[in-house]
Structure formats: structure tokens, C-alpha cells
């Protein structure tokens, strides 16, 4: 008998329950998306690049998208394509001004039951939904939180930002502090750990390039296993934060 393959939204932001399907991932490194369908049968979808944004982070999805879990995401408003392909697979997209002084709305880590952000600079629409949902805002001075944290299951982070780590450490929340030395970023001296990164099954934390070479590797490698979670290099070239590999659909079989 034919088995049927049917899929779900994570029903918790970032952490999948089972293999993905789908991910919202920057088309800037090619050799990664081949990874992602051929290797692991993942579809990518690309968001468009913001037109307020000069940088390389102008392509990152983690500046465009935030799915609060299950159907519910939030979206730059002027990301129209990325919205009509998510409606299309049955999303309820909110629409927001996402790209606004002095940092992206939409750049903050769901992480369970927790939200980690700057309170002053997240989208209000945003933090209004996780009163609502009862979800606990833990508060950071760093604007680009997403961007900061690689997140390992519901209570775990790797991070190479103090202040994430602090909020961390204050809140139960167990988290391994790294390096940025090594992930590259064009324009900038360097990326960080949560844009080269994302869980594209609830045990394979895969990186976008050779995760070995990371000066942090082998506490990478443990604190992961620590939480029953393999680590996975897409690609032999050197770490690039592409805006983080996110997550959003499952298979259900």
C-alpha cells in the first residue's frame, strides 16, 4: 500500500517536531539550496529582497519572515511574493512594516513557549499576539536577536551576543556562548551563529558551510548532543550567515 506523505506548519516556531519540508532560505549560495532539496527533500522558498535594506542582509529571511507558530506568520509588507506563497500553502500572514529605524521588527527568536527580542525595537503587532498567546518576552539589548541564537530545541541557544546570553542564563534557558570568528558576512567583519543555521528535523541542526571549521566546534558538537541534536555542514565552503535556514513546514508521516 502507497503511503501518503502530508505535512503540517511547525506547530512551534523553529522547532520541528519531525523531518521538514519547507524553508524559508536566501538564495545567495545555490550549492546550499541543492543541499536542502536534493540532499534532505526540503522545498526553499526565497524571499525577495528588501528594497530598504543596503546590505547582504537585505536577502535574509530572518529580516522578512517570522512565523509565530502553527499557521500564524508575520511578514514585511513590502514582501508581497513571500506572502502569496505562504497564503497559497494555507498561512494566515500578517503583514507588517518590518524595516524600520533603528533595526528590523521582525528579527526575534521564538523559542517555545519564550520570545527573545528587544522590546523596544520588535513589532508591536508581534508582541500584542504573544500577550495574547501567553508566550513570556524575555528581553535583550540585542535588536537582532534572531540573527544571535541558533536554536537548539525548546530550552537551548547557542550565542555569541552577551546580552542574549545573559537573558539565558537569567530565565533557565540553557545556552552554550561561542564565537562569531569564522562566519562570514559581505561588507561586515564577520555574521553570526543563528544566520548560518536552523533545524531542519528535530534532531539535525544543519549549517549553511563547514560547521567543523568553527573555532567553537566540538562544545557545538556536545552542547547539541547534550540535547539530542546532530549537527550537519550544507556544503564544504566556509560559514555564511545567510539570514538563518528557517524552518516552517513538516511531513506528518
Avoid: W
Avoid at 555569541?160 to 562569531?180: F, G, H, P, Q, W
Amino acid at each position: 500500500m502507497e503511503v501518503i506523505c502530508t505535512e503540517r506548519f511547525l506547530q512551534r516556531a523553529n522547532i520541528p517536531e519531525n523531518n521538514v519540508s519547507l524553508a524559508a532560505v536566501s538564495d545567495q549560495i545555490p550549492e546550499l539550496i541543492c543541499e536542502l532539496v536534493n540532499n534532505y527533500h526540503i522545498r526553499v522558498i526565497t524571499p525577495a529582497p528588501l528594497t530598504a535594506v543596503n546590505g547582504a542582509e537585505r536577502y535574509h529571511a530572518d529580516m522578512s519572515v517570522c512565523h509565530a507558530g502553527d499557521r500564524l506568520f508575520y511578514i514585511d509588507k513590502d514582501n508581497r511574493d513571500l506572502s502569496s506563497k505562504l497564503t497559497s500553502s494555507g498561512a494566515a500572514v500578517i503583514p507588517v512594516d518590518g524595516i524600520t529605524a533603528p533595526a528590523p521588527k521582525l528579527n526575534v527568536c521564538f523559542l517555545g513557549d519564550k520570545l527573545i527580542c528587544c522590546r523596544k525595537t520588535a513589532s508591536e503587532e508581534l508582541l500584542s499576539c504573544c500577550a495574547g498567546k501567553n508566550i513570556s518576552i524575555i528581553h535583550t539589548n540585542q535588536k537582532y536577536a534572531k540573527c544571535s541564537a541558533a536554536v537548539v530545541s525548546e530550552n537551548a541557544v547557542i550565542t555569541s551576543d552577551e546580552s542574549i546570553y545573559r537573558a539565558c542564563k537569567k530565565n533557565n534557558i540553557d545556552v552554550l556562548k561561542t564565537v562569531n570568528e569564522g562566519i562570514r558576512l559581505r561588507g561586515y567583519d564577520h555574521g553570526f551563529i543563528g544566520g548560518c543555521c536552523g533545524l531542519i528535523a528535530r534532531d539535525i541542526l544543519a549549517f549553511s558551510g563547514n560547521i567543523e571549521a568553527h573555532k567553537n566546534y566540538a562544545e557545538i558538537k556536545a552542547f547539541a548532543s547534550d540535547h539530542g541534536v546532530s549537527i550537519a555542514s550544507l556544503g564544504s565552503f566556509d560559514l555564511y550567515d545567510i539570514g538563518g535556514i528557517l524552518p516552517l513546514m513538516e511531513r506528518t508521516v
